[in-house]
């Protein structure tokens, strides 16, 4: 399977079905359940709009114009980061709060993306910053990232508000010859607003702002 395959049927045929969905969805409610803000104007102004934050950036989704873009730039992000930023907004449920940290295998459906969530989202961090930690802890801190007292050097990112991604990385040991190793977790209360394939999604989003960042160091 390639990241391609799990859209279906397509990229862009899913956005437009989440937007539809969003659009029947009671704003205010959305708003309180995923802590973001919901604007809407009187019957002039007759607009719809959420406030999104997504690590770092801040987007504005047009319900009834249908696009999603970047408060700073004006410019739309990814096509996959709007699929997860509109499946966050129009299918979120409630659920219990808590915020251990479980590995993505644990999640409910995880397992047939589970070769793919190592593919692209582990050992990418592994080829980029295995021999490099300092590097990884600059590229952590300049897309948000809060360093965790855990195993490794370990930072927490908030990928949305009510979604937080946690990284651990072990660099190599040179008395024991081991090789570095990496681990990516969730907090539990992800299950109630983003499925296993959005997860999968929004980590290597994650990944990709890092080895953005890597370059830039």
Request: glycine residues 6%; aromatic residues 12%; proline residues 5%.
């Amino acid at each position: 399977m390639s990241i391609k395959n799990i859209y279906s049927p397509s990229l862009d045929e899913e956005i437009l079905t989440a937007f539809n969905n969003l659009a029947k969805c009671e704003g205010e409610e959305i708003g309180k359940k995923c802590n973001v803000v919901y604007l809407k104007g009187g019957a002039k102004k007759g607009y719809r709009r959420f406030i999104v934050n997504f690590l770092n950036k801040t987007y504005s989704v047009e319900v009834d114009n249908r696009e999603v873009v970047d408060l700073i730039s004006g410019k739309p992000p990814s096509k996959e980061l709007v699929l997860v930023i509109l499946r966050y907004l129009a299918y979120s449920t409630p659920g219990r709060t808590s915020e251990s940290w479980v590995p993505f295998e644990k999640l409910p459906d995880s397992r047939k993306y589970l070769e793919m969530f190592r593919k692209v989202v582990v050992r990418p961090i592994l080829r980029t910053f295995g021999s490099s930690p300092e590097k990884y802890e600059l590229a952590c801190k300049r897309i948000g990232g809060r360093r965790e007292k855990l195993g490794g050097i370990s930072y927490s990112f908030y990928l949305l508000p009510k979604v937080q991604l946690l990284t651990q990385l072990w660099k190599a040991g040179k008395e024991d010859y081991s090789h570095p190793a990496a681990n990516v977790s969730f907090n539990y209360s992800v299950r109630y607003y983003l499925n296993a394939r959005d997860l999968l999604l929004a980590a290597k989003l994650l990944v990709d702002a890092l080895e953005a960042e890597s370059k830039k160091l």
